[in-house]
């Protein structure tokens, strides 16, 4: 059974703060994707890390890929209260019959006060 | 920008019942998948679907989920006999191509077991 571990569960912070979200897995996957959910939304894709240590920067968020393609970063910097939401790391696997298969981590919540 | 839209947003159903969740694909996607979210829980993969076949299924998946692409533009999740523990967020989702592609994914379906 493949598993993905985000730490911290829970993150409050204060506006202009930095903070780290780490995902960690039992198993590499070809690829990894970050995702944020709003209450009552979908998830909704932020970014895909596909080679081990690739780095993507989205304006205030970096994304980081580890070396052996088991784990991932999320740092954002400046923390604004818009960034306040639920960050969930996913796994990519590939079955066999077509498609992306998402083994979804145990999210990081994250709020942002002013 | 178009979006996968799920119907109903919430369904209360008695134990026992079967019941059908909507949801209609992005048009140009093919590939399209049906993941759930228990409160308090991670999202959990259920079963993606490729070329009017199911292309992976998870061991939640069991005889008692149906999915269908009855007419081209819909795709529906039937749970035929629900239990209690079917309670949860369906969420709908769908990508256009397999590699690493991201998935688009719908508002969800709150289904109340009662």
């Known amino acids: 059974t493949q598993l993905l571990e985000q730490s911290p569960q829970f993150l409050s912070i204060q506006e202009g703060e930095n903070l780290t979200v780490y995902c960690n897995s039992s198993?590499?996957?070809?690829?990894l994707q970050w995702y944020r959910q709003e209450p009552g939304e979908g998830p909704v894709l932020l970014v895909t890390?596909?080679?081990?240590?690739e780095v993507k920067k989205l304006k205030r968020l970096t994304f980081q890929f580890g070396d052996a393609r088991k784990d991932s970063s999320l740092h954002i910097t400046a923390a604004q209260p818009g960034d306040t939401g639920l960050y969930l790391c996913?796994?990519?696997?590939?079955?066999?019959?077509?498609?992306?298969?998402?083994?979804f981590g145990t999210g990081t919540q994250l709020k942002v006060e002013l | 920008e178009p979006e996968v839209t799920q119907t109903p947003s919430h369904q209360v159903t008695q134990m026992g019942q079967e019941v059908i969740l909507r949801c209609v694909p992005i048009s140009n996607h093919l590939y399209f998948y049906w993941y759930r979210q228990i409160l308090g829980q991670k999202v959990e993969f259920l079963v993606s679907f490729y070329n009017n076949e199911i292309s992976e299924k998870s061991e939640i998946f069991d005889d008692q989920f149906s999915v269908e692409r009855p007419d081209g533009s819909n795709f529906t999740l039937k749970i035929r006999s629900t239990k209690l523990e079917d309670s949860a967020m369906y969420f709908c989702?769908?990508?256009?191509?397999?590699?690493?592609?991201?998935?688009?994914f719908g508002n969800g379906t709150r289904l109340t077991v009662t």
């Open positions: 890390v596909v080679t081990g240590g």
């Open positions: 198993s590499v996957f070809s690829s």
């Open positions: 996913a796994g990519v696997t590939r079955p066999t019959g077509g498609g992306n298969k998402l083994t």
């Open positions: 989702a769908s990508s256009q191509s397999s590699y690493n592609s991201p998935l688009h």
